[in-house]
C-alpha cells in the first residue's frame, strides 16, 4: 500500500517540529540563578588551614587559623526602583575546610537586574528557636549550642602565641537576643557591575571574605585578651561588628 505524497509531507514536518521542540526543552535552564563563588585570604595572602608560617593581625599578634566556618543566610537582591527580592530558604554553612560550600547557589530569581544585594552574616532568631533543623542548620554540624543560645554565627580556631594558656584561639560569634545580638547583615557593593537574572545567562558573584578584617576594624583583636569566645555577649558583638565593617568584597561579577 502507497501513502499519498501531501499526508506523508506533513508527518514527517510534524516529526521535525517534535525533534526541535524537545531539543530547545533539553536546552533550557531550569530556573533564574545566580551563584557566588567565595574565597578566603588573609590580608594579601590566601588562607591556608594550619599553616607552618603564622599570619600577623594588624596590632602585630601572630596566630594560625585551624578552622573558619561561618553561616551566610537571608538573601536579598535590590532594583534600581526599591523593589527587593528576598530569596526563601536561603541558608548556607560556609567551610574552608569544604570547597563545595564555598560555592553558593541560588535558584529561582525573578529575572531583571539589580545593582545591590544583601545577605545575613548568621542565623535569624526565627531560626534560632524554631526547633531541630535539617541540611546547612543540623546541629550536627557543631555549629549550634543549645536551643536558648541558637546558632554560632562565625567561628574561627587556630593558636596564638599572645593568648595565654595553651595559646589556642576559640572565637566563636553568636547571640540574638537584645543587647547582645551578633547578628548583622552585609551588603558588599557590586562596584559598576549589576546582577543581571536571565533564563540564558548565569551571573556569578566573585566574593572574598578576608579573616584580618574579623581581628580589626571598628575594635582591634587582642588575643592576649580575647582569646576565648564561647557564647553571646561584648567579645562576640566586636567580632560581628568587625565582620560587617567590610570582611566581604565583591570582586568581580561575571556573566555567563
Known amino acids: 500500500m502507497t501513502i499519498p505524497k501531501l499526508p506523508l509531507l506533513l508527518l514527517l514536518l510534524a516529526a521535525a517540529l517534535s525533534f526541535t ?14 551563584r557566588l563563588e567565595i574565597s578566603h585570604v588573609v590580608g594579601t595572602s590566601a588562607l591556608s588551614l594550619n599553616a607552618a608560617t603564622p599570619y600577623t593581625t594588624p596590632a602585630g599578634d601572630a596566630f594560625t587559623v585551624s ?14 526602583d526599591g523593589t527587593e527580592y528576598a530569596v526563601p530558604e536561603s541558608y548556607f554553612l560556609v567551610d574552608e ?15 531583571g537586574e539589580y545593582p545591590s544585594f544583601s545577605f545575613m552574616v548568621g542565623v ?4 534560632n528557636v524554631s526547633g531541630a533543623k535539617a541540611g546547612a542548620l ?3 554540624n557543631a555549629m549550634f549550642w543549645d536551643w536558648n543560645t541558637g546558632y554560632i554565627f562565625a567561628k574561627l580556631e587556630g593558636s596564638s602565641p599572645q593568648a595565654p594558656g595553651n595559646h589556642g584561639l576559640l ?19 557590586l562596584g ?31 588575643f592576649a585578651q580575647t582569646y576565648n569566645v564561647m ?18 568584597t565583591v570582586q568581580q561579577v561575571q556573566e555567563q
Open 21 to 34: 521542540s524537545c531539543t530547545n526543552k533539553e536546552a533550557e535552564p531550569s530556573s533564574n540563578v545566580l
Open 67 to 80: 578552622a573558619f566556618r561561618y553561616y551566610l543566610s537571608n538573601f536579598k537582591l535590590r532594583k534600581t
Open 97 to 111: 575546610a569544604k570547597a563545595d560550600s564555598k560555592t553558593i547557589t541560588l535558584h529561582n530569581i525573578p529575572a
Open 124 to 127: 535569624d532568631s526565627t531560626h
Open 138 to 140: 543540623d546541629p550536627i
Open 171 to 189: 572565637l566563636h560569634v553568636g547571640g540574638f537576643k537584645t543587647p547582645n545580638n551578633a547578628i548583622r547583615t552585609v551588603s558588599p557593593a
Open 192 to 222: 559598576a557591575a549589576t546582577i543581571q537574572i536571565r533564563q540564558d545567562r548565569t551571573p556569578t558573584i566573585k566574593l572574598q571574605a578576608d579573616v584580618l578584617r574579623m581581628l580589626t576594624g571598628p575594635h582591634t583583636i587582642r
Open 231 to 248: 557564647g553571646a555577649g561584648t567579645a562576640a558583638m566586636s567580632l560581628a561588628d568587625n565582620y560587617a565593617a567590610g570582611m566581604f
